[in-house]
Nanobody, 121 residues
Framework: QVQLVESGGGLVLPGGSLRLTCAASGSTGSLDGMGWYRQSPLNERELVATITSGGHINYAGSVKGRFTISRDNAKHTVFLQMNSLNIEDTAVYYC???????????????WGQGTQVTVSS
């Protein structure tokens, strides 16, 4: 089992920045993809950014150029640096991790409980 704990959410002004952190614990030896998703009352849960253990990164078009995802494999932690935030970025941000083991025969997805990001003037 893998547990994911997010932190770093909060209230910021438009144009401001936040840094989200997701720390994984448990069976972290085979963590592959990690990333962030978000959900708001106006939008379904959507991918924000993902990063594999090898460093391959994928961003949603709406955040490309403003957000940066990174991870520390040794500490089993993924980060999301969010700059130039706007009101449309307001959402609950969820950490996601995928475990791949036994040569790919074991694949499981895990989710954190989410952290609220509110961008408001």
């Amino acid at each position: 089992q893998v547990q994911l704990v997010e932190s770093g959410g909060g209230l910021v002004l438009p144009g401001g920045s936040l840094r989200l952190t997701c720390a994984a614990s448990g069976s972290t030896g085979s963590l592959d993809g990690m990333g962030w998703y978000r959900q708001s009352p106006l939008n379904e849960r959507e991918l924000v950014a993902t990063i594999t253990s090898g460093g391959h990164i994928n961003y949603a078009g709406s955040v490309k150029g403003r957000f940066t995802i990174s991870r520390d494999n040794a500490k089993h932690t993924v980060f999301l640096q969010m700059n130039s935030l706007n009101i449309e970025d307001t959402a609950v941000y969820y950490c996601h991790a995928q475990v791949v083991a036994f040569g790919g025969s074991y694949i499981r997805d895990y989710w954190g409980q989410g952290t609220q990001v509110t961008v408001s003037s």
